[in-house]
């Protein structure tokens, strides 16, 4: 699965890193990296909070 | 109830209203949902409309889904521009207008209303920010280049003194408290907070409060406490907001500056739990009650209290580390865990440049029980982590050294 930001959605509130953080990362500019492309094994559950937590409804799954 | 639930009534038609009802069906749920909302509009975002709704050019509606979305896709009964006017616990039952709609499981979102401020009743110009009715008329004001006076310094009021001043129309900020937000963020961060306000030209008065509105049908004129007298063509008053449980008078569901529930968000009423900004629940992770007014919360809070009510048996506490967001000026503040503190430390103080980071940490007995950054989007969530980790004061306090040493 892999996982896709609408970076024009995206406002890097990092709601997703604190619910993910291995996925995810809001650097120093504030712009949100991605460290992983694909849901890690195991993360499965921790990527779909990820993605209901956003505010801004900017991250799906794609398969 | 029977073996498992036969019909879904949910009363709020907002962020922990709609979560409720989308996480009902991904739940698997085919019977029966009902969604109530007091409002005419489809549900929409919140937070936008103190923030990006009110800068210049054509605004954008944070509508949430489509009316087809909704009632075709979800096969949403729904019903908008009626408030439920009581709950019965005991034939369970939701009356809206002459219908009584009848649950099994019902959840109680209807989220908190805006304080008002007496003598303003009447006098068109003076205005709460609650609802996208409100936000329009707030944006229609500043459109018109409105002389603003915002009454509360807290973070919706700042929000609206920020986008008044983008436009580079005038404003003026009236606190009662010496210092903005301490409840919220504690003295030196309040202190820190209202410093952007006075960088970016508001006019912020702290210590004074509003003595009444002058106006010919249309506000022209606050006057304050200190004896002075702010000209003015919109007035937003941010004071805080209030649970809406009105209309849960008589209905045996526990009130107390907000909806009572467990730590699953159940309300002790059968089938009946509360989301969002109207339940007061046990936090397992703070071992209290709280009730949030913070977005995070209230999306989550929807989706557990119907996935607790369709399955009790297996219900889950919800249990989480309060999280808000402002934006003010070009600042993001973010907020995170408690902040009623024996200890507030700032970790990084970067207030001398413009876009610095600050960073100042909230302890309670030997645990960190709270963060606050300003432009720290790097390294909040970070604090969330240990916070939610239950993370000694100590560990924390290396962990800050190590980052600002990085
Ligand atoms: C201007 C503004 C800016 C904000 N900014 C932020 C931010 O930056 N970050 C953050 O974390 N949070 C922010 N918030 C808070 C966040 O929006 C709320 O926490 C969230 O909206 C709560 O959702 P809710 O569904 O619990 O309640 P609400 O959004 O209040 O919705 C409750 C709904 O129930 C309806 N209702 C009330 N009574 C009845 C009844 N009897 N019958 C039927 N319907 C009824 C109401 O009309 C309303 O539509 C902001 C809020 C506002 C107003
Ligand atoms: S939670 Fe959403 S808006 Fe926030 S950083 Fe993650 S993807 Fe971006």
Avoid at chain 2, 370 to 387: E, F, P, W
Wanted: net charge negative; proline share 5%; glycine share 12%.
């Amino acid at each position: 699965m892999e996982i896709i930001v609408d970076r024009a959605k995206c406002t890097s509130l990092g709601i997703c890193e604190s619910l993910a953080p291995d996925v995810f990362e809001v650097d120093d500019n504030g712009e949100l990296v991605l460290k992983a492309a694909t849901v890690p094994d195991g993360l499965r559950d921790d990527v779909e909070a990820a993605i209901a937590g956003c505010p801004t409804e900017a991250l799906r799954l794609r398969d | 109830m029977g073996a498992s639930p036969e019909r879904i009534v949910v009363v709020g038609a907002s962020l922990a209203g709609l979560r409720a009802v989308e996480a009902a069906r991904k739940a698997g749920f085919g019977g029966p949902v009902t969604l109530i909302g007091a409002e005419d509009h489809l549900p929409y975002d919140r937070p936008p409309l103190s923030k990006a709704y009110l800068d210049e050019g054509d605004p954008v509606t944070p509508w949430f889904r489509t009316a087809d979305h909704l009632t075709g896709e979800l096969g949403i009964d729904l019903r908008l521009g009626t408030p439920a006017s009581a709950l019965d616990t005991a034939s369970r039952t939701v009356v809206v207008g002459r219908d009584e709609i009848p649950y099994d499981v019902a959840v109680i979102a209807t989220g908190a209303r805006p304080r008002t401020l007496p003598g303003a009743d009447g006098l068109a110009g003076v205005h709460t920010l609650r609802t996208l009715d409100d936000a329009r008329a707030v944006r229609a004001a500043l459109d018109a280049g409105a002389r603003t006076v915002v009454v509360g310094a807290g973070f919706i009021g700042s929000e609206v003194a920020s986008g008044a001043r983008k436009r580079g129309l005038p404003v003026t900020v009236v606190e009662a408290m010496p210092t903005p937000l301490v409840r919220a963020v504690g003295e030196a961060m309040g202190q820190r907070c209202a410093a952007l306000h006075r960088a970016n030209g508001t006019d912020l008065r702290c210590g004074v409060g509003v003595a009444g509105f002058e106006g010919d049908g249309r506000v022209e004129r606050v006057r304050l406490s200190d004896g002075t007298a702010v000209e003015a063509d919109l007035v937003v008053v941010g004071v805080g907001a209030q649970p809406a449980t009105g209309w849960l008078a008589g209905s045996g569901v526990t009130l107390d500056d907000g909806v009572v529930c467990d730590a699953t968000l159940a309300t002790g009423g059968p089938g009946v739990y509360a989301a969002g900004d109207v339940a007061r629940w046990h936090n397992p992770l703070f071992d209290r009650p709280m009730r949030l007014e913070h977005w995070t919360s209230a999306a989550e809070q929807g989706a557990a209290a119907v996935r607790n009510a369709l399955d009790p048996s297996a219900a889950r506490p919800y249990e989480t580390v309060p999280y808000f967001w402002s934006d003010w000026y070009d600042t993001r503040i973010q907020f995170v865990g408690v902040p009623t503190a024996d200890e507030v430390v700032v970790v990084e103080d970067g207030s001398g440049a413009a876009g610095g980071r600050q960073v100042a940490l909230y302890r309670e007995g030997d645990r960190l029980v709270g963060a606050l950054t300003v432009n720290g989007q790097s390294v909040i969530m970070k604090y969330r982590g240990l916070i939610m980790r239950r993370t000694s004061w100590a560990d924390a306090l290396d962990f800050a050294r190590a980052r600002r040493e990085a």
